[in-house]
């Protein structure tokens, strides 16, 4: 026996590691006839000095952490062992005050209350449903996670033993379980932020990790249970009960109550749930954890069994708005602080070899990443998405936290292996984010990807279009718009429909699938059939599929996105990336009046609409739509004609105007559809003022500033001239298409023209003209208020200029290129400033290429 801290603490040694610690305590007793005792007296303080100072560090850990894409689970851990003997913990004075061994019995206590009330939430947001729909690479990848990470972990734990000497026990359950587990939250929320939700890799990785949870979880809780019934299997059988029970018998009924409830309370304006049925559901939770500690386990495992019975959508959300903060905040924090305590990183290797330390830390943090990394490669997989998708399955949270500390209850673990195992799961998470970030998110990767645009598409192909739409009034112009977009049985259309939904109350991003039978979200929430805005939803998906059933060419995807609007283009630019699509099609998020303004703005569509003109990985195309009608056969029609839809493409000059030809080339193959291209080139005074302001340049600075200009405007000129003329030569016989060139001198004369000739068409196809400085559009820069359509595009959106054609304004997606640049002659110089400004001359065919002037 020894004295600690001036004989306050009395230390026992004992066998195995293992020590007792001893302190008197003085008890007051109150003068009743109960005589109870107040054990809070000393602990409820000290608890709450811990519970500031724990959240104080995380809240540090996660400003500094974030912006190197390290998740909030790392700096809770981090948090904890700060404040545990690895670091501040050999201060006396933090031991004394902070950290006495008085506080350790109030705070486990509070520490299992937030574990009972977080696997609750675990539950609610996890969803059976994927396993049923797991396609072959996400079940041989969580099988691969469960097999080959338990043998490794009890490989492990054998390995130690065998070199102490020690006889074996059931601490070798506890080390399979916890490498094999994926922490579903902490994956689902790692997607979300680094924007990988809406991807195949994203929905492979959380359905494979659906499984593993689910699996690791009925192992813990027999192991549990056999060890708290010193190794009786007989004693699981209570805890079997209690689940089959509550699958069978209390979730029917939990979920007709909640649809009576719901459809009671459907009239009402508000919410269908009120806070009386939010008490009853956590009073249920702790009722749960009640009844699986008189089986013989953890309260947590009652409530994440309650918590997946619980039907989500509305009361889901509601419940998840009103307490998952608090919970995460505030009851969980106790339990990283607890892990904290237990963890010395000085003393890992007292007791075994530093070559031991390091095999055994390498092995756990690498088994999972190598059986997932070998059974995608067996698939044929590409090595990349199986790199990052091992990474992402060895995402470890608060269930591997969890699974520790049980270990460690039933010694499982002595301080030196858990020490091992937490530092190994803070690896393990520590890098999914930048692993991942560089595979899938890096310039490298995508900078291949960011030219998929319709010019470099061929006419007679395959066309990919994601179309976004915020609410129903969008969807009629966009649909109306593909049934012109000449989809054929051959060369059909795929839609990727997104309903955009601003996020409201959740920690991550969603997205929906939905199809005839059943509407699923991809990190794991079931929709329940009564939820808020289920009307407009279902309003849109109905419109999309009787699209589809009109026309068998063209094949639909509905879906809903829910994020929030700051983030929302980065979802919808990965997810265009992911499946590969040509152009996002995007609803004006203004609605025009009748004198000339516009009505109905929205700054969070327009914010939208912003970001993913600058970050869109492909073409966009945003439609103002004024009643835009495809041709259709006229009922009780003599002749049985169908009615002309007749289309106006104004050409300029530039990319954006080189990607609406493409697009309108398209449209032209569809029945019905008249097509007039109006080409607007320079006239004389253009050319002239050109030549003038080309010779008064300055300095040498200046004129190679001026020439660079110059240069890319010629080289832009010869690439819309070998563009029209392939138009013009490969429809020279199509009777349905028009081809016309106009001269003009300033924006006023395009005006009217535009005004005076074509003034009558259904929709006008333009050029957004980003970057774009053209003579020809001088004048109409002056009163411009909506540079997302451009400036024509916003001349022919104004109401009082066209009452009745619709709109569409096409973005290409063209990076700058990183060539460097190449010093040229004065006399070449001379010889671009003197053809600036002129079109080609030759009329179909131009050979020459804008590479050949590099």
């Not at 809070?40 to 809240?59: A, D, E, G, H, N």
């Amino acid at each position: 026996m020894s004295n600690l801290f001036g004989g306050k603490y009395n230390i026992v040694n004992g066998l195995n590691n293992e020590f007792k610690v001893c302190y008197n305590e003085d008890r007051s007793f109150a003068n009743t006839d109960w005589q109870v005792t107040n054990p809070l007296l000393k602990s409820l303080p000290i608890f709450m000095l811990q519970l500031s100072v724990v959240i104080l560090f995380t809240r540090t850990f996660i400003i500094v952490l974030t912006p190197i894409r390290q998740p909030r689970f790392v700096s809770e851990i981090l948090a904890g062992i700060v404040l545990g003997p690895s670091a501040l913990g050999i201060i006396g004075w933090v031991s004394s005050n902070i950290n006495p061994f008085e506080g350790a019995l109030l705070l486990e206590t509070m520490g299992n209350l937030g574990v009972t009330f977080y696997m609750f939430l675990v539950g609610l947001e996890m969803d059976l449903t994927p396993i049923r729909k797991m396609g072959k690479t996400a079940c041989s990848v969580a099988i691969a996670g469960i097999v080959l990470p338990a043998c490794g972990g009890a490989g492990l734990y054998y390995l130690v033993l065998q070199k102490d000497g020690r006889r074996p026990s059931e601490g070798g359950l506890f080390w399979a379980i916890a490498l094999t587990v994926t922490s579903f939250p902490d994956l689902a929320r790692m997607l979300s932020s680094l924007k990988l939700m809406y991807t195949d890799l994203g929905k492979t990785a959380l359905t494979s990790a659906v499984l593993t949870d689910l699996s690791s979880w009925i192992l813990l809780v027999a192991v549990v249970s056999v060890v708290n019934g010193r190794g009786k299997l007989y004693t699981v059988i209570p805890t079997m009960l209690f689940l089959v029970i509550s699958w069978f018998l209390m979730r029917p009924f939990i979920l007709w109550a909640v649809k009576r409830i719901a459809l009671r309370n459907e009239s009402s304006m508000e919410s269908r749930y009120n806070e009386k049925q939010v008490c009853y559901i956590l009073s249920g939770v702790l009722l749960c954890g009640f009844f699986t500690e008189m089986c013989g386990v953890h309260s947590m495992f009652g409530a994440f069994m309650f918590g997946l019975m619980i039907p989500s959508g509305e009361l889901g959300t509601m419940i998840m708005d009103k307490i998952e903060e608090y919970v995460v905040g505030i009851l969980l924090p106790p339990v990283f602080l607890i892990t904290g305590l237990r963890t010395n990183f000085a003393y890992m290797a007292v007791e075994h070899t530093s070559h031991l330390v390091i095999i055994v830390i390498l092995v756990a943090s690498s088994v999972k990443i190598v059986s997932t990394l070998l059974v995608c490669l067996y698939l044929k997989c590409p090595i990349r998405d199986s790199l990052a998708l091992g990474v992402l399955m060895n995402t470890k949270g608060v269930l591997a936290i969890i699974v520790l500390n049980e270990g460690r209850n039933v010694k499982g673990f002595d301080q030196q292996t858990f020490s091992w195992l937490v530092l190994s799961i803070l690896i393990m998470t520590g890098l999914v984010g930048p692993i991942v970030n560089f595979t899938h998110k890096s310039t490298r990767y995508t900078k291949k990807y960011y030219r998929r645009n319709l010019e470099r598409s061929k006419v007679e192909a395959e066309l990919r279009v994601l179309a976004c739409v915020h609410s129903s009034k969008n969807v009629s112009g966009l649909i109306n718009l593909l049934h012109i977009s000449n989809a054929t049985r051959k060369f059909p259309i795929t839609v990727f429909a997104v309903h955009l939904v601003e996020l409201t109350g959740r920690a991550s991003a969603m997205l929906i699938f939905h199809d005839k039978t059943r509407t699923t979200n991809v990190i794991g929430n079931e929709i329940n059939p009564i939820s808020r805005g289920k009307a407009e939803a279902e309003q849109i998906v109905s419109a999309f599929e009787s699209f589809h059933n009109d026309n068998h060419a063209v094949y639909v995807q509905p879906l809903t996105a829910v994020s929030s609007y700051a983030s929302m283009h980065e979802d919808v630019s990965n997810f265009a990336l992911d499946k590969g699509v040509t152009v996002i099609l995007l609803p004006f998020h203004k609605q025009a009046n009748a004198h000339g303004g516009w009505t109905d703005e929205n700054l969070q569509h327009k914010q939208v609409t912003d970001n993913l003109l600058a970050n869109a990985p492909c073409s966009i195309g945003i439609l103002v739509d004024r009643g835009l009608t495809p041709p259709y056969l006229p009922l009780g029609s003599p002749h049985d004609r169908k009615r002309k839809c007749r289309i106006a493409m104004l050409f300029l000059q530039g990319p954006d105007y080189r990607e609406a030809l493409a697009y309108a080339w398209r449209m032209a193959g569809t029945s019905g559809v008249m097509l007039t291209v109006v080409r607007f080139i320079p006239g004389k005074e253009v050319v002239e003022f050109a030549e003038t302001d080309a010779g008064n340049g300055g300095g040498d600075d200046d004129d190679d500033e001026i020439f660079a200009a110059t240069f890319e405007k010629e080289k832009e000129m010869l690439l819309d001239d070998d563009y029209i003329n392939e138009f013009r030569f490969r429809t020279m016989h199509n009777q349905s298409i028009s081809y016309i060139e106009k001269q003009v001198n300033s924006g006023d004369q395009i005006v009217s023209i535009i005004r005076s000739t074509y003034n009558d068409f259904d929709l006008y196809i333009v050029g957004r003209g980003h970057g774009m400085q053209s003579p020809l559009t001088v004048g109409l820069s002056d009163w411009s208020n909506c540079p997302e359509l451009g400036l024509i595009g916003e001349t022919l959106g104004a109401a009082d200029f066209l009452p009745s054609g619709s709109v569409l304004v096409m973005q290409q997606s063209t990076p700058p290129p990183s060539a460097p640049k190449k010093i040229v002659s004065s006399a070449r110089k001379k010889e671009v400033f003197k053809n600036s400004g002129q079109p080609s001359a030759v009329p179909f065919v131009n050979h020459r290429k804008a590479d050949d002037y590099y």
